[in-house]
């Protein structure tokens, strides 16, 4: 099993930057990739970024240049480093982990507000 607990979020206003953490525990050992998805009232959950064990990273085109993930493997945490907010990014962001055989893990959901 992995747990993982996601910080950071909060009101800023557009243009601003927000950056949200993730710190995972338990069977570290089996992750494979994480990442970030998002989920904003009335839509589908989404992906924003993942990246793989090897540091190879993807992102949605909308995040794209604005956006940055990364991690640091001695505290087991993702970091989402958010730029040039705006409204439309307003959503719960999700941590999310990979394990073994593709399971999939999920934090609590951080709610992040940027106002116009």
């Known amino acids: 099993q992995v747990h993982l607990v996601e910080s950071g979020g909060g009101l800023v206003q557009a243009g601003g930057s927000l950056r949200l953490s993730c710190a995972a525990s338990g069977s570290i050992f089996s992750i494979n990739a994480m990442g970030w998805y998002r989920q904003a009232p009335g839509k589908q959950r989404e992906l924003v970024t993942t990246?793989?064990?090897?540091?190879?990273?993807n992102y949605a085109d909308s995040v794209k240049g604005r956006f940055t993930i990364s991690r640091d493997n001695a505290k087991n945490t993702v970091f989402l480093q958010m730029n040039s907010l705006k409204p439309e990014d307003t959503a719960v962001y999700y941590c999310n982990a990979e394990g073994l055989h593709s399971v999939i893990y999920w934090g609590q959901g951080t709610q992040v507000t940027v106002s116009s």
């Open positions: 990246m793989t064990n090897s540091g190879s990273k």
